[in-house]
């Protein structure tokens, strides 16, 4: 699923329906999850990763292969936000759970220069990556800082658009992440993100089990 909303409108309450579980269990689960996909991007996974994700997902092949094998091994995205829209010249982004940089690289390559990329990542090993793939690519205007979706290290009104690919359903109060990422777009800024959805009643025990969330 793949979503474009306007910082003005509301996401529809079936979008952020929150689950009883702890929600640190939940990101200790994902931390050790993306922690083996950032050190072991060959590894096996329940999902695919890399540049075959890239290509299924849509990526132009152009873009893709300007990236170095480090930026783009570790990809473990759903979907192409950039399907929506592309990013204009000079636009500041958030990247919210950016992982190894792939996403942001791509945001950094479409608003170039005169604008500003900045990805939030709560594992260390992607910070680690991400950053040493920017610093190999040159990019002085991303930045990758250590947060939460819920709470995220960024002012008021900064953005003017929010990407993220994935992630959202990995978080267990999703009210808390759109709150805070219409906190962070400016007004009339534009949340473009790729996720997954189930459209049907998930049972109360499936909900709660951890492992069902990571896989």
């Known amino acids: 699923m793949t979503g474009h909303v306007s910082a003005s409108r509301m996401i529809d309450a079936s979008m952020t329906e929150n689950v009883d579980i702890d929600p640190e269990v939940l990101r200790a689960d994902v931390r050790d999850k993306y922690r083996d996909v950032a050190t072991n991007p060959r590894g096996t996974f329940h999902f695919h990763t890399g540049r075959p994700l890239a290509a299924l997902l849509g990526y132009e092949p152009a873009i893709v292969g300007c990236l170095p094998d480090h930026a783009v091994e570790s990809f473990a995205g759903v979907g192409n936000p950039f399907s929506l829209r592309n990013i204009s010249p000079g636009e500041r982004i958030v990247d919210v759970g950016s992982g190894a940089g792939f996403d942001s690289f791509i945001a950094a390559n479409q608003t170039g220069p005169g604008g500003r990329v900045i990805g939030i990542d709560m594992t260390a090993e992607m910070l680690t990556k991400s950053r040493a793939n920017a610093e190999e690519l040159g ?8 947060g939460l979706a819920e709470s995220m290290p960024v002012e008021t009104g900064w953005a003017d658009v929010v990407i993220s690919n994935g992630v959202i359903n990995l978080c267990a109060d999703k009210r808390a992440v ?9 007004p009339g800024g534009v949340l473009q993100f790729a996720d997954i959805a189930n459209g049907r009643p998930v049972p109360i025990e499936a909900m709660q089990d951890v492992d069902l969330w990571t896989g």
């Open 178 to 186: 759109f709150a805070e990422i219409f906190r962070v777009l400016r």
């Open 139 to 146: 990019y002085e205007h991303v930045e990758f800082r250590e």
